[in-house]
């Protein structure tokens, strides 16, 4: 389990941003400078997020994507399961 949190921004033009937040125990989170532009793209009948970042370009396959998951694969035939964050709740 990591600290940090995917943060995908889909765009209607179907470009977007992939970048690391990292909750706070306050309920705010501290938000990473970095950040991965992508475009999504349907090639051969499977979706796809195309990155472009410092003139290098990498994709990785959305295998599926519900309210529940995002299961992406990438070309080293990593993959990597995602689920929509829940705040820790401390009493």
Same mark, same amino acid.
């Given at each position: 389990?990591? +600290?940090?949190?995917?943060?995908?921004?889909?765009?209607?033009?179907?470009? +977007?941003?992939?970048?690391?937040?990292?909750?706070?125990?306050? +309920?705010? @989170?501290?938000?990473?400078?970095?950040?991965?532009?992508?475009?999504?793209?349907?090639?051969?009948?499977?979706?796809?997020?195309?990155?472009?970042?410092?003139?290098?370009?990498?994709?990785?396959?959305?295998?599926?994507?519900?309210?529940?998951?995002?299961?992406?694969?990438?070309?080293? +035939? @990593?993959?990597?399961?995602?689920?929509?964050?829940?705040?820790?709740? @401390?009493?």
């Amino acid at each position: 389990m990591s +600290g940090s949190v995917d943060y995908f921004k889909v765009n209607a033009d179907l470009s +977007g941003y992939r970048k690391k937040v990292t909750p706070r125990f306050d +309920g705010t @989170f501290e938000i990473s400078q970095h950040i991965s532009e992508f475009t999504l793209s349907i090639k051969d009948n499977h979706l796809w997020i195309i990155y472009t970042n410092n003139n290098v370009t990498y994709s990785e396959e959305i295998v599926r994507a519900n309210n529940s998951s995002l299961i992406l694969s990438n070309s080293d +035939g @990593f993959i990597y399961t995602y689920k929509p964050y829940e705040p820790l709740i @401390f009493e």
